[in-house]
């Protein structure tokens, strides 16, 4: 089982920038993948970004060329930089663990789960 503790969110005017962290714990050594995952009011939640352990990186379109997905494998730790954020970037935040050898930003494919961490974006 993996623990995942995320921080980072708030407030921020549309262009501004904001970065996410994710500490994980617990059995970290089965995680293929790391991802991070976003949910607004109404609609499904989306994957973002994921990166698997050999730092390949995945993005959803929407987000490509502003949004950078990192880790520190030393800390276990996560991260999402976000720059040129728009409002309809405003959403929760999860950041989630797979075992699985693939890494895709499928949220079926991932097995431990984030408390959410909020990203508001005024125009």
């Known amino acids: 089982q993996v623990q995942l503790v995320e921080s980072g969110g708030g407030s921020v005017q549309a262009g501004g920038s904001l970065g996410l962290s994710c500490v994980a714990s617990?059995?970290?050594?089965?995680?293929?993948?790391l991802g991070w995952f976003r949910q607004s009011p109404g609609k499904e939640r989306e994957g973002v970004a994921s990166i698997d352990t050999d730092g390949w990186t995945t993005y959803t379109d929407s987000v490509k060329g502003r949004f950078t997905i990192s880790q520190d494998n030393a800390k276990n730790t996560l991260f999402l930089q976000m720059n040129s954020l728009k409002p309809e970037d405003t959403a929760n935040y999860y950041c989630?663990?797979?075992?699985?050898?693939?890494?895709?930003?499928?949220?079926?494919?991932?097995?431990?789960w984030g408390q959410g961490t909020l990203v508001t974006v005024s125009s």
């Open positions: 617990g059995d970290t050594h089965s995680v293929r993948c």
């Open positions: 989630a663990a797979s075992i699985n050898s693939w890494c895709t930003l499928a949220r079926g494919e991932y097995n431990s």
